[in-house]
């Protein structure tokens, strides 16, 4: 008998696992040919539906997705939320009541996420800042309204004929 996996799994069905879920469009044919190359397409097809079907691959293919697909939300919500501090950024977040630049440690989180760079002098007395950039706030506004499906591109149809004209009586008879 073969030695198993923590998922249950043989050498050769956990081979064909990582190449089937590296595949972005799932093909267990190549899958299994890539796995094990000596096979013939007709045997790799037949073999790798069968193996697709085993209790113990399912499960653990399913797994795999299901945790690839929580990875990509979480990092998909950082990019946004990422994206909302610079758009939402706010430049006397870095100042305190007296108009004195807060040391870094003092400053908030989405704040901080909102600079992209600080020109900063050392000396004797420590270190003092020149200059604070942020990340470009229009850039990340349209950004974050294309996110959000706050702007739609506009198509633009011109001719005598055709679509345009259709239109063009349709938007009559709706205004009539």
């Given at each position: 008998m073969s030695q198993r996996d923590k998922y249950g799994l043989t050498p050769k069905q956990r081979?064909?696992?990582?190449?089937?879920?590296?595949?972005?469009?799932?093909?267990?044919?190549?899958?299994?040919?890539?796995?094990?190359?000596?096979?013939?397409?007709?045997?790799?097809?037949?073999t790798a539906s069968q193996t697709l079907d085993l209790p113990n691959v399912a499960a653990y293919i399913a797994q795999a997705v299901k945790k690839s697909a929580k990875r990509a939300e979480a990092d998909s919500d950082r990019v946004i939320k990422e994206m909302a501090c610079v758009a939402l950024s706010d430049i006397r977040k870095l100042f305190d009541a007296d108009g004195r630049l807060l040391p870094l440690h003092k400053m908030d989180e989405?704040?901080?996420?909102?600079?992209?760079?600080?020109?900063v002098a050392i000396g004797d007395d420590g270190c003092?800042?020149?200059?604070?950039?942020?990340?470009?706030?229009?850039?990340?506004?349209?950004?974050?309204?294309?996110?959000?499906?706050?702007?739609?591109?506009?198509?633009?149809?011109?001719?005598?004929?055709?679509?345009?004209?259709?239109?063009?009586?349709?938007?009559?008879?709706?205004?009539?």
């Open positions: 081979r064909f696992c990582d190449f089937y879920l590296a595949d972005p469009e799932r093909n267990a044919t190549q899958a299994y040919m890539k796995a094990f190359p000596r096979s013939s397409k007709k045997s790799a097809g037949v989405d704040t901080t996420a909102a600079i992209q760079s600080m020109d003092q800042v020149l200059k604070v950039k942020f990340w470009p706030k229009g850039q990340a506004l349209e950004q974050l309204g294309k996110v959000h499906g706050l702007f739609t591109e506009k198509l633009e149809v011109s001719g005598g004929g055709g679509l345009a004209e259709m239109m063009e009586r349709h938007q009559k008879r709706k205004t009539a």
